[in-house]
């Protein structure tokens, strides 16, 4: 998924909900069970707490502490 079919796919979810068909209609070949996978394993608990757990920035680990 590219980062901006991500972009599209959270605002259109904003505004239509759950109707994957309707959002996989405005992302050029991507099927409504592909949109609906990706939104389901960014949202599902285990996904966030992981997200949580791993800093995306690795530039504010401490060296020193290494």
């Given at each position: ?27 050029p070949g991507r099927k ?35």
């Amino acid at each position: 998924m590219t980062e901006q079919e991500e972009d599209l796919i959270y605002r259109m979810h904003k505004l239509v909900g759950d109707r994957w068909a309707l959002i996989a209609g405005r992302i050029p070949g991507r099927k409504p069970e592909e949109i609906e996978r990706f939104w389901l394993m960014k949202h599902s608990e285990g996904f966030a707490n992981k997200q949580r757990e791993e800093p995306k920035d690795h530039s504010k680990i401490n060296s020193s502490s290494v």
